[in-house]
């Protein structure tokens, strides 16, 4: 299994990108895909998740109704759009796949997950 994640770069505060995550040798008939990021000096923090079979998706307050995470099975991709950045958003974003439908309470823990891709830096200038 391979994450390739993209789509970062260089915004202003308002700003919006969109990030792609795609995932080879993954099938997308079960299991949880999840955004992660992590700033300078902070620890990794789950942003965003998807459960690739029925699109089920839980999000981190600190960006909830900011970002959006959604899925095409067809392409083995998941995206992030990500409105409204503010510079606290600044991160390397990454993402992760488990085999496991995720819940609530366990999506945001970083040992549920298999598989972890590269980074993409995203930078939200003031």
């Known amino acids: 299994v391979q994450l390739q994640a993209s789509g970062g770069g260089l915004v202003q505060t308002g700003g919006s990108l969109r990030l792609s995550c795609a995932a080879s040798?993954?099938?997308?008939?079960?299991?949880?895909i999840t955004w992660f990021r992590q700033a300078p000096g902070k620890e990794r923090e789950a942003v965003s998740c998807?459960?690739?079979?029925?699109?089920?998706?839980y999000y981190a307050g600190s960006v909830k109704g900011r970002f959006t995470i959604s899925r095409d099975n067809a392409k083995s991709t998941v995206y992030l759009q990500m409105n409204s950045l503010k510079p606290e958003d600044t991160a390397i974003y990454s993402c992760?796949?488990?085999?496991?439908?995720?819940?609530?309470?366990?999506?945001?823990?970083?040992?549920?997950?298999?598989?972890w891709g590269q980074g993409t830096q995203v930078t939200v200038s003031s």
């Open positions: 040798g993954f099938t997308f008939d079960y299991g949880s």
């Open positions: 992760a796949a488990s085999r496991r439908n995720l819940i609530m309470s366990s999506w945001g823990d970083r040992t549920n997950y298999d598989y």
């Open positions: 998807i459960r690739t079979r029925s699109g089920i998706t």
